[in-house]
């Protein structure tokens, strides 16, 4: 099994409901803030794939939710690409907080061409990068 990618923070204030807790469309962000720091440990960072004229949009999202995270816990998110076919990929979350799992979920993005909006496919050097977080081998479409 590969090495999941993971990143911690504290929960700020403004993440959360009127329940005090971190509220559920915030883990979409989260999941997104994680993904964007597996692009910076896998191959520099997000600008270098769009200033070559490359983008990524999610086709798909779910979370799940298991248990509450509150303000000013420490969560850890922990990413894994699960699939990379020839112009999406699908990377699954944890969300962790003191070690339990707090909500789990999965994106599936699409590759595009950032000026015509189509389909592309993944880059080599994405494909390259990303190999090492890859939980299966490779599929296709």
């Not at 590759?111 to 050097?125: V, Y």
Request: hydrophobic letters at 40%; proline letters at 4%; glycine letters at 6%.
């Amino acid at each position: 099994m590969a090495p999941r990618f993971s990143h911690e923070f504290r929960v700020r204030y403004a993440e959360c409901d009127a329940q005090g807790c971190v509220f559920n469309a915030q883990y979409l962000a989260y999941f997104d803030l994680a993904i964007t720091e597996l692009w910076r440990e896998a191959f520099g960072g997000y600008g270098w794939m769009t200033a070559e004229g490359v983008d990524m949009m999610v086709a798909e999202a779910s979370v799940r939710y298991r248990a509450p995270v509150r303000f000013d816990e420490w969560i850890e998110i922990s990413v894994a690409v699960e699939r990379m076919g020839e112009t999406s990929m699908t990377t699954a979350y944890t969300v962790r907080c003191d070690d339990q799992p707090r909500a789990e979920g999965w994106l599936r993005h699409v590759f595009i061409d950032r000026e015509r909006f189509t389909k592309q496919e993944i880059p080599p050097a994405v494909r390259k990068g990303l190999k090492p977080y890859l939980e299966v081998e490779e599929a296709s479409a």
